[in-house]
């Protein structure tokens, strides 16, 4: 059994992601968490007032949440029914990024999905604000983004990003390595340098250990030189290649610490057309436990 989470602010972006988990996870014995969470506004006429209307404010959003994750479960059971798919509702009365971060690491969840919308104009931010405070914050559990308006496609091609500075342990990549094997996929390892060199012996080692990991999946090394930036030449890599999902480790001096710390004219530029799959840094074992911490959940 897996663990999804999917948050929702019942946006088309966000039922899109559903739509994509739904797909994604059909053949897999599945629980999947719908997660709304609200924070009223607060009048700011005067104090007065905004305590006389706080509790009509919190009643209202916490229908308005509870009648909207009911709405997402008719359309799934309409459209996606499946006897493998358990589903089950959050309304929360808090932040999202802080809800997600609690209950991944008291419910053991297994994979974070989120959508993210694509960037309008320089005043955006890379991916979206919480899609990028969601990755930085989760860390027992990957976090997989799917953009907007992106099709399902059945992830044959993946790109697993790395400098291969760093060594990767089982539990970091069994995300990939079972994404690979469920599809068939093939792995396209893909390394950006600034300046093409010869890989020293500790890249050389850690590349001979992440092939040993992959085992029988099949997989390439691609080594390309940097264009303008590491995201946009990942992006043209996944264009050129037809690649249907990429995937890299959040860690410090990481591709995606670089991608998410990156001037906001750079961020821009990597419009995240495929998903993206961040796994955090997991050390030798899995970190999530399930625990019996109970929330207000609904089915």
């Known amino acids: ?46 104090f007065i007032a905004a305590s006389l209307e706080g509790g009509h404010l919190a009643n209202s959003a916490h229908s308005a949440s509870k009648m909207g994750l009911k709405n997402v479960l008719s359309a799934i059971a309409r459209q996606y029914p499946n ?36 960037a309008s104009g320089l005043e955006e931010v890379f991916m979206g604000s919480n899609t990028v405070r969601i990755i930085k914050a989760v860390k027992n559990c990957p976090v997989l983004a799917i953009p907007q ?17 760093r060594f990767y342990t089982i539990s970091e990549l069994k995300p990939v390595i079972d994404l690979a094997v469920s599809f068939g996929a093939a792995v396209r390892i893909v390394h950006v340098q600034h300046k093409i060199k010869a890989l020293t012996e500790l890249q050389r080692f850690n590349l001979g250990m992440l092939r040993k990991y992959l085992g029988e999946v099949a997989h390439y090394v691609h080594t390309v030189s940097e264009c303008n ?38 961020r821009v ?13 997991l050390g030798m074992g899995t970190s999530n436990k399930k625990n019996s911490k109970a929330l207000s959940f609904s089915d």
């Open 269 to 281: 530029a990597f419009h995240t057309r495929i998903p993206l799959l961040v796994i955090p840094e």
């Open 229 to 266: 930036s590491v995201s946009e030449t990942l992006e043209l890599f996944a264009q050129e290649l037809d690649i249907h999902l990429l995937a890299m480790l959040h860690y410090p001096h990481s591709y995606m610490e670089r991608l998410t710390r990156a001037p906001v004219v750079k």
């Open 83 to 118: 006897d493998k798919h358990t589903l089950k509702t959050i309304s929360s009365f808090s932040l999202l990024v802080d809800e997600i971060v609690e209950i991944v690491a008291d419910h053991g969840i297994d994979l974070v999905l989120v959508g993210t919308k694509g």
């Open 1 to 46: 059994m897996k663990y999804i989470l999917i948050p929702t602010d019942f946006s088309s972006n966000a039922w899109n992601a559903i739509q994509y988990a739904l797909k994604l996870l059909q053949d897999e014995e599945c629980t999947f968490y719908l997660l709304n969470t609200y924070t009223p506004a607060i009048s700011s006429s005067r």
């Open 149 to 165: 308006n992106y099709e399902f496609i059945k992830p044959s091609e993946i790109s697993f990003a790395t400098d291969f500075n």
